[in-house]
């Protein structure tokens, strides 16, 4: 079928927005008509080369929107079900699902090909039937997407679904680094760096938690300001000294530091952030690493003898260690009640046409939590 989508060509050219040929889902396959998608920064960094990815491709990996058909054999979903698609699939079947891990699901290891599982692609040009990458089985910036049963969800279909398409990755990472990963207990502490969208969810998650003290790191007032919306306690402007951030860390905590720091910045930010996230953290404290940094950036900055003489620990958290297809439904019934917002984070909407501007929104940082394309 023809469809229209936004191709990346060139690293740092502007996607193409075109007529696409979407092959049918095969055995264990989806297509999803796609009503919405999240912009989440890491699109940002495939389009800029800092995560690495041959074009062409079709960006996009948080996409929500009804089941079309389905291939042979599965039975997750059924055509008219109401879906969100996730960055990283989970099978069901093998050890790390099994294990309560599906956020590590061996199907993961096929997430850099551009390949659908059976090692052929859906996705090619209409002019030239060339193929086309799709990005971790999503490719959201598309009217349609043909993906794995294991990267999607069936959601309730009375809810919006330019709202539960935010839960697919940023959402869920941030929100489920302060509930899963740091468990933050009443009156505990936390020191978040980044207020994007990842930060901001785990603002909301921290508050729920019922944290002591939010506090919240980000070079953008317009940034901490929604930041404090969403329940930050304290916040502190990033005025490129490391060590100023630290030490109002300390003045805010009585001189401890905080129970946990987490760090949502990534990209080639990381000389600046580790550092200010391990002063942040108290003795015997975590440091959460979170976002994820410039792929070709091997080397992080940290004084290795003072990590057991403060014994702090250094902890990797991939999609807020959730178990997407049990965690995400809690998720939907805390915005069902109204204790996350969802609605609050989404700062612009736009239609597919737009994706550029939505690049370079991203790219200008300050105005964006969440931007959703609606189809
Ligand atoms: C990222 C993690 C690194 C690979 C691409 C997706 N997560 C969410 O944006
Ligand atoms: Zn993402």
């Known amino acids: 079928m023809r469809m229209r989508a936004a191709v990346l060509y ?3 050219k502007p996607l193409v927005v075109e007529e696409v040929e979407l092959d049918p889902p095969q055995a264990g396959e989806v297509l999803v008509k796609l ?10 960094h495939y389009y800029t080369g800092d995560l690495e990815r041959t074009p062409p491709v079709i960006l996009g990996h948080e996409g929500a929107g009804v089941v079309e058909a389905v291939g042979q054999g599965v039975t997750r979903v059924a055509p008219g079900d109401h879906v969100i698609m996730t960055f990283l699939p989970s099978c069901g079947k093998c050890h790390w699902c099994h294990v309560g891990e599906p956020n590590l699901c061996d199907l993961g290891a096929h997430l850099r090909t551009g390949k659908m599982l059976d090692g052929t692609a859906r996705l090619h040009r209409a002019a030239d039937g060339q193929d086309i990458g799709n990005l971790l089985f999503c490719s959201t910036y598309a009217e349609y997407s043909v993906t794995p049963e294991a990267s999607v969800l069936k959601v309730p279909d009375y809810l919006p679904l330019e709202r539960l398409c935010l839960l697919g990755c940023g959402f869920t990472t941030g929100f489920g680094a302060a509930t899963n990963a740091a468990q933050l207990r009443p009156g505990e502490t936390v020191t978040i760096i980044g207020a994007g969208g990842l930060g901001l969810a785990a603002v909301q998650g921290a508050r729920l938690q019922g944290a002591g003290k939010i506090i919240v790191v980000d070079v953008h007032e317009e940034k901490l300001a ?5 329940g930050a306690t304290h916040t502190i402007q990033y005025r490129r000294n490391v060590d100023e ?14 129970d946990y720091s987490m760090e949502f910045v990534g990209a080639d930010q990381t000389d600046e952030t580790i550092p200010m996230a391990y002063g942040a953290a108290r003795k015997g404290g975590t440091i959460l690493m979170v976002g994820v940094g410039k792929q070709s950036k091997k080397t992080m900055k940290l004084d290795p003898v003072m990590f057991s003489m403060w014994r702090k620990r250094l902890q990797g958290v991939l999609f807020g260690d959730s178990q997407f297809l049990t965690d995400i439904p809690r998720f939907i019934q ?7 917002d969802l609605d609050g984070m989404v700062t612009q ?20 939590a969440r931007q959703v394309i609606r189809f």
Do not use: P, R
């Open 245 to 258: 951030v630290v030490k109002e860390v300390m003045d805010i905590t009585w001189g401890l530091g905080t």
């Open 10 to 12: 060139e690293i740092g």
């Open 334 to 340: 805390l915005y069902e009640q109204g204790q996350i």
């Open 35 to 44: 009503k919405a998608t999240g912009v989440c920064h890491s699109d940002v």
């Open 226 to 230: 929604m930041a404090k919306k969403f």
């Open 349 to 368: 909407e736009y239609g597919l046409d737009d994706i550029n501007t939505c690049f370079d929104n991203v790219l200008a940082g300050n105005k964006v």
